[in-house]
């Protein structure tokens, strides 16, 4: 065999013969690709590929923008941000009279019915701002009695009224009836700037304000139960902030160590890569021993769980018996949790182990491919820091609707509605004017009765479309996510591509080959790119039409509607799938020969169809190594951080002291799995694009002296099946 150099070999024209070809066959899935003595990888001299998806893609980004400009304008963040009272007006916004007052009160908490209702604003009561939340029992009538020899009780309780009286020298029933103060306060402390009752437990007794009884205000004697059934997942809410602020003290206190897990995340995994191009064969059973070992652990850490807790009290409870609890550890003294987990891992340890055994046959062509693949990457090594280039841009895009969704959102003028607490008026839920609203009719055919700010929206032409503008934002956030997805994708098949088909490595590698592959599809593929990206947003804009339609319409769907449901759901999630598929390859047509997507995505369809047999061998397997090698990486780093946050390295080093060592530890695994997805995502792409410039160059050169093969020799005998002989060398 004589070699040129550079790594491209001469074969005997007999042995790679090809046999002929049918010629229906080739005429449904095209034509081979011929020897072209000029092709030299990627092409440079080409045009603009779908311009007319190019023009309009540029022009919904236009209106994007434009519509980002509008909500802008129109939108106000802090209807957010702050809370609202019943005139629409801001707490705590400065600027304001309620500046110094950013908390939001309810006057009778009775009249609501759960803190949903409260969360929105639409609890049927009156809402002031106040600087603090009340912090005892008072009445209104119990001020009335102390006034004369306590005026203090007077002025503690006036600042929970609309605006401060000098004395309480009116009655219970005119005060209620302007409904100008409450008529009782309990202790409540602020969460989500609302006052919210204190509730506690005392002996297993639920208390507000160490109290199970007190007055109401109104002559009736009312029990913590009443309060709590009035909004009857308040207590729950309190868990939450509770939860919360101990996760936040948690990464207080492990932020460094998860900063450095991710760190060393990174190392690992460029390490990987660097080392599969010496010893892929040996890192490959590295990653099969590790993958099998992590699991082997946590399998034998479940036992040693599930044997402790033999005996302990409470331990024989299954989850079923404590139900739903926001305290996690509760579940982990559970001999049944331990247990679960055990044969969780034991099952996933089989399936790996069998996996293992019925591809032993082809790991030899994933160890091959990613040899090749990994001294790609340390010709081209700039490709290993483009998915941070991915992560920017993709930062851009979900900042941008995410802003552009809030001022949407919070886009129009404060709309009030009456309300009235017996729900008998037949002017409820109209729109009213709170300014005027007591002296009109309605407040005397509906007594008690209320003009109540209910959201912010209007009878704009704007107004009316902001629902379909929320439509619009999304689809043009999915189109661009899709849009940096793809140009990353054409991007690196590009520099990957001008490795392949370098006839001298690295002599002939142009320079700077992934900044000339991004230049080239930016200025010429934009439209392509969008094309593709196009197709995969409208598949996935109606997955979300019907997810949003089987919520809403859960309750009143039959079996039959369900049933057809479920098959679109299905039949669309594999759609997609298949797009991304036939979208990847076609992107590395076009970033080789910058033909436009249609033409580039029936030529690689073929090409692959061609040789089907080969990418049934190469396309999972590979993906299986890659996963394996992501898996190994996240359960080193999530090992190290196990042992280090539940102190069980004392000799080595102290671990924090943590309230939910999880917390920390699924931050640092997920944190590990994504910067791995990262690295080993450019090498994903780099096999593929190596195996379709491999089939390209398996019909283009037979492997003669005039016709040489680009390909390493090892990777085209076990890809192609055939063994190198070499040829006696002309004297």
Partial sequence: MNLIPGGRQDLPSKLTEKPPDNNLEAKKYGDPRTFDPDFKGPVVNRSCTDVLCFIIFILFIIGYIILGLIAWVHGDPRRVAYPTDSQGHFCGQKGTPNENKSILFYFNLFSCTSPSVMVNLQCPTTQICVSKCPEKFLTYVETQLLYKNDKTSWTYYSQFCKSPFPKSDRSLSQILMDDDCPAAIFPSKPFLQRCFPDFSTKNGTLTVGNKTMFEDGKGKTRNAGELRAAANRINKILDAKSLGMRLFEDYATTWYWILMGLIIAMLLSWIFLILLRFTAGFLFWVFMSGVVGVIGYGIWHCYKEYNNLRGRQNSHFTIYDIGIQTDISMYLQLRQTWFAFMIILCILEALVILTLIFLRNRIRISIALLKEGSKAIRYVPTTLIYPVLTFTFLSICICYWAVTAVYLATSGLP?????????????????????????????????????????????????????TLQIFNLFVFLWLINFVFALGQCTLAGAFASYYWASKKPEDIPPYPLFTAFGRAIRYHTGSLAFGSLILALIQMFRIVLEYLDKRLKESQNNISKFLQCCLKCCFWCLEKAVKFLNRNAYVMIAIYGKNFCRSARDAFNLLIRNVLKVAVMDKVTDFVLILGKMLVTGCIGVLAFLLFTERLPILIEGPSLNYYWVPLLTVVIGSYLVAHGFFSVYAMCIDTLFICFCEDLERNDGSTEKPYFIAPTLHGILNKKQLVPQKQKE
């Fill in 415 to 467: 709309i009030y509605k009456i309300i009235a607490p017996a729900g008998q008026c037949k002017h409820e839920n109209k729109t009213c004017d709170p300014e005027i609203f007591n002296t009109t009719e309605i407040s005397k055919a509906c007594p008690g009765a209320q003009c109540i700010f209910a959201f912010y929206g209007g009878k704009s032409v704007y107004h009316q479309y902001i629902p």
